[in-house]
């Protein structure tokens, strides 16, 4: 058996947990939108056409924040051709992911449906083929009260009150060549620039992303963040970065290290930020918008096949189903996440329903939660709070990582990797959440852990998710066969606790103050 020794103090925090960093994804892509949240004519949907199935869902799941529309879909698209009456939208070629877009659900459907889901909305404004303008027009379509030709537009189509809609993404991986108008550095800090300044004096209270690096991996990480973040620094609040995880090598121990590189990529991130700050003397902190993270690998697709499908309108495209093995390597960028509260204030799970995603549908019929839907669920509902800095004492591997995604293929050293990982949050009611993933695929850990300056706490919650069979997973007609489970045996003495994690587990232990 394995022992890990963990410290940690109550006023000993790195940050607080914002209620954004829980936030997910829905784009044009797929069936997320048509056959995902929004399916009119499903047994479920109700009179907008959104499906109470998944509705019921996203709310069990718990995100905060939705992004939306996407994702590469956003930058080749007319937000116009999606408002209005819906028998005069244009269908239009996607060229992002070579499907018909028949715009029967836009924004303001959109801004209905986070209404219903109770979610924070997260637009994103099309910086590849269209600009400032359109950007700035959006803006006034949706928060700018009355009396202007756009907000009387949103008026005139039945949506009399603004959608107040806070935060804005500035393009999406405008890095990337794959990307509709992609841009150089220079050439996309402009345009990030010169739109975020027409859009926040359209709305002052507005909150902005720019782009950073769709991946760690990409040729011209940090010299693209040293050239948007100086131009964008007095414009934008946030920048941005995206990670996928992936199990090409099939080699489960990589793959559960790999959440470890998503640290290495913030802490960097933070400094190339920190240094454009200190080159102006500001005590400007921008602050990180994880806004595309996920595990996907199997289903990636190249252009050369997407054309052989044709124009489809909502394709099952981009469905991996989700193993018991990715459910730990997710839980790993959850503990990420949580130990940069910190910077990473915004964070979207990429995406939502169907498209690499926590929720199946099958379109007509029934609705389940994968397997990654659990870790989410359990950051979500008891990540809220101060998260703790933790001393971890636990015998550690060496590994490497192979990553293929961005125009390069990489492997990458991965050092010390410790097989526990761990995050801890103090909630405001006195208790303490603890979200555990052992990394050993062989053994039993035992956790030694003491939370000082605690009260008495007691256990009120423990969970495990861990499966005999790794590539277990959970599909339409066996939607259970990967769940929480109690976790057995946690025992707490004061404010010291032992438990023992099976063998490549994901555990969540809640504490209360007694
Ligand atoms: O989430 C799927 C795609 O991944 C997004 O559209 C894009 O931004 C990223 O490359």
Not at 347 to 354: E, F, K
Not at 486 to 497: F, S
Request: with cysteine; hydrophobic share 40%; proline share 4%.
């Amino acid at each position: 058996m394995r022992k890990a020794n963990v410290l940690m103090d109550r006023d000993f925090a790195i940050g607080h947990t914002d209620p954004r960093l829980f936030g997910a994804f829905v784009e044009h892509l797929g069936r997320c939108v048509y056959g995902g949240i929004y399916e009119p004519g499903h047994p479920t949907a109700d009179k907008s056409g959104f499906r109470g199935d998944v509705l019921a869902l996203v709310r069990e799941l718990g995100p905060t924040i939705i992004r939306y529309p996407g994702g590469n879909f956003v930058s080749g698209y007319n937000w116009e051709d999606g408002v209005g009456p819906v028998d005069r939208r244009p269908a239009r070629l996607d060229l992002a992911w070579f499907s018909t877009e028949p715009n029967k659900f836009g924004t303001n459907e959109f801004i209905d449906w986070c209404k219903a889901a109770e979610v924070e909305p997260m637009m994103a404004v099309n910086l590849g083929t269209r600009g400032g303008d359109a950007a700035r027009n959006l803006v006034e379509y949706c928060n700018h009260p009355g009396g202007s030709a756009w907000s009387d537009l949103r008026r005139a189509h039945g949506w009399e009150k603004p959608h107040n809609v806070r935060f804005w993404c500035l393009g999406n991986e405008m890095d990337g060549p794959w990307q509709m108008e992609h841009k150089s550095a220079d050439a996309y800090g402009t345009i990030a620039r010169e739109a975020a300044k027409m859009m926040r004096w359209v709305d002052p209270t507005i909150e902005l992303a720019a782009c950073g690096s769709s991946g760690r991996n990409m040729p011209t990480f940090g010299q693209w963040e040293d050239a948007v973040i100086e131009h964008t620094f007095d414009h934008a609040e946030y920048i941005s970065l995206h990670t996928y995880l992936n199990n090409y090598k099939q080699d489960a121990a990589s793959f559960l290290a790999s959440s470890d590189l998503m640290d290495n990529f913030i802490d960097e991130v933070v400094a190339l930020a920190d240094a454009v700050a200190a080159k102006r003397r500001s005590s400007k902190r921008m602050m990180l918008s994880f806004d595309e993270w996920n595990v996907w690998y199997r289903t990636r697709r190249n252009r050369a096949d997407r054309v052989k499908e044709g124009w489809p309108v909502a394709p099952s495209i981009l469905e991996e189903i989700y193993t018991m093995e990715d459910a730990l390597a997710f839980g790993g960028a959850c503990i990420s996440l949580l130990n940069h509260a910190d910077r990473v204030r915004t964070a979207c799970l990429a995406q939502l329903v169907n498209a690499i995603a926590p929720i199946m549908t099958e379109t007509g019929g029934s609705a389940w939660r994968q397997t990654i839907f659990f870790p989410f669920a359990h950051m979500s509902r008891l990540g809220r709070g101060k998260v703790l800095r933790t001393q971890v004492e636990s015998d550690t591997y060496d590994s490497s990582y192979f990553d293929p995604r961005g125009i390069q293929e990489f492997t990458f050293p991965v050092s010390n990797v410790a097989y526990l990982k761990i995050a801890a949050v103090a909630g405001e009611a006195g208790g303490l959440s603890l979200f555990m993933l052992n990394r050993d695929l062989k053994q039993e850990m035992e956790v030694s852990l003491e939370a000082r300056s605690f009260g008495r706490l007691i256990v009120s919650e423990a969970l495990e998710l861990c499966h005999d069979d790794l590539q277990a997973t959970n599909t339409r007609d066996a939607a259970g066969r990967v769940k929480p489970e109690p976790l057995q045996g946690v025992a707490i003495d004061g404010t010291r606790m032992r438990a023992t994690l099976k063998p490549a587990s994901w555990n969540v232990v809640h504490l209360s103050a007694q």
